[in-house]
């Protein structure tokens, strides 16, 4: 599946995070197993499995859901998630470690330094805006971010997920016409460290982010749009958000 904020359990899970923000951990904890409750595939089992195991008071309780979750995330075979397998096997090693079979936390770490590599998603990739372009223009890194304008970026981003890209083009200043590129990097890429392992464990998003021109081969038409009032609510969580860009 794709990820999407709008998605219901990770709306659950988003709240769950509001409340671990505000110091409840236990409504927190409410909020991620009514999420594994109502998941209904292995990507939601997989998210909700990894929050809840955070969420638990003691070493074996932990490793008991973070378990769960990598067999979740090993089920889906989806590149959203085989960027969070690093996260996944170092946390479960750390909890070998504390319980004192180091074998078991030796393999684990092995295992999350093998999947530590640069992105082997091959897209194809997307990029949103408002502006007008052609096939073969390129998109250059320099322009203002769309989140904080006094910041001039280092890096031209893309996503592998038609709907995220459509999402940021709905989101980008201008008064033109929502576009959705296909792009071509002409350089290597990373993941973006503005979104990986921040809320989500690894970079859900499939969000990249290159100093090396984007060639534009195609355009998108079509791709789930959301609701006005779904934008505002986006809109104004991005005006709220006082983190800093890594740049």
Not at 95 to 105: F, M
Request: glycine share 6%; proline share 5%; hydrophobic share 35%.
């Amino acid at each position: 599946m794709e990820f999407s904020p709008f998605n219901n359990v990770v709306k659950l899970c988003l709240q769950g995070m509001d409340m671990e923000q505000k110091g409840i951990p236990q409504e927190a904890l409410k909020l991620f197993l009514q999420g594994w409750n109502e998941a209904t595939n292995d990507f939601e089992k997989f998210l909700s499995a990894f929050y809840i195991a955070r969420n638990q008071e003691n070493v074996s309780d932990n490793l008991k859901w973070l378990e769960i979750a990598l067999q979740f995330a090993l089920k889906t075979n989806n590149d959203s998630v085989k960027t969070a397998f690093p996260s996944l096997y170092f946390k479960i090693a750390k909890c070998y470690h504390d319980l004192g079979d180091l074998e078991s936390a030796k393999k684990n770490s092995d295992l999350g330094s093998l999947f530590t590599e640069n992105p082997s998603d091959k897209g194809p990739f997307y990029h949103g805006t408002k502006a007008d372009l052609q096939v073969n223009d390129l998109l250059t890194p320099g322009g203002n971010s769309n989140y904080q304008s006094e910041i001039k970026m280092n890096h031209i981003y893309f996503t592998a997920l038609v709907n995220g890209a459509g999402l940021a083009a709905a989101l980008a200043k201008g008064d033109g016409r929502e576009r959705v590129y296909i792009v071509e990097p002409t350089g290597s890429y990373e993941n973006d460290p503005n979104l990986t392992d921040k809320k989500f464990p690894g970079n859900p998003t499939r969000s990249y982010r290159s100093q090396a021109p984007l060639k534009i081969i195609g355009e998108i038409t079509e791709w789930v749009r959301q609701s006005p009032d779904e934008l505002q609510k986006f809109r104004e969580k991005l005006a709220t958000n006082k983190g800093e860009i890594i740049n």
